[in-house]
């Protein structure tokens, strides 16, 4: 069964997503319950992503890249949440940061940190979370105090994925009074003195994928460094989030679709007093459920990519589509545990390592509670 049909994707990324799909045949679903179970980063399958130009490829083209679209990079993290979660964070994140410096960084800030991203040589991350709280970007308390040509940054962030791994992170930090013209954006090189991370431990799902408690003190960062203009940061975030948000719907969709393809399998297979489990209406019923919620959240996800491409009130659609398919993953993930009985409750098997991945996805950029503010906030018909 092959539910990520390609009718939704645009023609000019479904090169991409076969590339993808087939790298995830090859390389990321027959690891995935090993990488579950050790929770090691996947270095050796991130690089061969790069080395096949399938990580780092959201740069663009003038800096070494592919320049990926937002319909390509949709694509392709359906195909690799598919696969599994975990890997398909660590995959899709190696270019978070350079995203954040395609769209904000001058000509020279590109120059110089994106096409060793473009090229397979370093990985990158975005710290912005910190441990007392990560829904308010406006409540971040890490400083950067200006020192002349230089800024020194202190504080903490937590759940920066690849704080650990990463050649550089862009962190976001207070350069200001509190408030939405109060923050600003930096790239760090994590070899920085002052630059501590540690990773966090026992995660329930999306294992393969690594994210730290990072210590940032007196970390010393030239001037240039800065990305856009100081006190720019929150609405460069803002923006950047909605991009970030229907990658986060291609989560849900990529683990929804692997949900249900199991539920689907299982309930074929599996006799229980000589019949099939899936010879039950109210079975059958739920099945279809799932396809209905799956397939709307499937089309909402990529009519609100065409939106945010054409910067049709993005906020609104990202915030939609990342809400909805990710509560659709959770919904059916929770539906093929159940189908599968005592079997679905052990951590090897692939329904039960969807349903704990599927808890993430809602929660990171931006809590599902969150989501439906914003899109409140940015009704469409009402701002004209
Ligand atoms: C696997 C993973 C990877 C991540 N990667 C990164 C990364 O690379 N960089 C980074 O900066 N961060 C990252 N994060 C952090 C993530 O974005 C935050 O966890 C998320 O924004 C929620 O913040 P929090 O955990 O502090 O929850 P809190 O802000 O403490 O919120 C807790 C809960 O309160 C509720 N809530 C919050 N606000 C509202 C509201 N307005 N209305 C109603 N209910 C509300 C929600 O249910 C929410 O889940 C990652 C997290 C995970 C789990």
């Known amino acids: 069964m092959q539910l990520l049909s390609s009718s939704p994707v645009p023609e000019r990324a479904r090169d991409t997503k076969a590339a993808a799909n087939e790298f995830a045949t090859e390389h990321v679903r027959p690891n995935s319950a090993e990488y579950d179970a050790s929770g090691e980063y996947p270095l050796e399958i991130v690089q061969e992503a790069q080395a096949a130009g399938l990580a780092g490829r959201y740069v663009p083209e003038a800096y070494g890249g592919a320049g990926w679209t937002l319909a390509d990079r949709l694509a392709v993290v359906e195909e690799w949440f598919h696969a599994d979660g975990g890997i398909g964070l660590a995959l899709q994140l190696v270019d978070f940061g350079a995203k954040v410096v395609t769209m904000t960084g001058s000509p020279e800030q590109k120059s110089r940190w994106l096409p060793a991203v473009a090229a397979g040589d370093e990985i990158t991350g975005l710290a912005a979370t910190e441990p007392s709280g990560g829904s308010d970007l406006a409540g971040m308390t890490t400083t950067a105090r200006r020192e002349g040509e230089e800024y020194v940054i202190d504080g903490e962030k937590y759940w920066t994925s690849n704080g650990v791994v990463a050649d550089w992170i862009v962190v976001y930090a207070q350069t200001g009074e509190p408030g939405h013209d109060g923050y600003s954006l930096f790239v760090v090189p994590t070899d920085t003195p002052g630059y501590e991370a540690e990773p966090i431990t026992g995660k329930m799902g999306l294992r393969a994928s690594q994210q730290a408690r990072i210590t940032l003190d007196g970390v010393r960062v030239p001037v240039e460094n800065r990305l856009g203009a100081e006190g720019d940061g929150f609405y460069e975030l803002a923006s950047f989030f909605n991009y970030g948000r229907i990658a986060v719907a291609g989560h849900g969709l990529g683990l929804a679709a692997a949900a249900l393809e199991t539920a689907w ?120």
Request: charged content about 30%.
């Open 265 to 384: 399998e299982y309930v074929h297979d599996r006799e229980l007093y000589d019949e099939p489990v899936a010879d039950k209406q109210t079975v059958r019923h739920r099945l279809v459920e799932c396809r209905e919620q799956f397939e709307a959240a499937r089309a909402l996800a990529w009519q609100a990519c065409d939106h945010v491409m054409a910067g049709e009130d993005p906020a609104f659609w990202a915030s939609l589509a990342k809400s909805h398919a990710t509560r659709a993953a959770e919904d059916i993930a929770q539906t093929a545990v159940q189908l599968h009985g005592g079997e679905g409750l052990r951590e090897e098997t692939r329904a039960n390592r969807v349903y704990r991945d599927t808890k993430y996805p809602s929660i990171y950029e931006g809590a599902n509670a969150v989501q439906r503010d914003l899109a409140y906030g940015h009704w469409p018909e009402r701002e004209r």
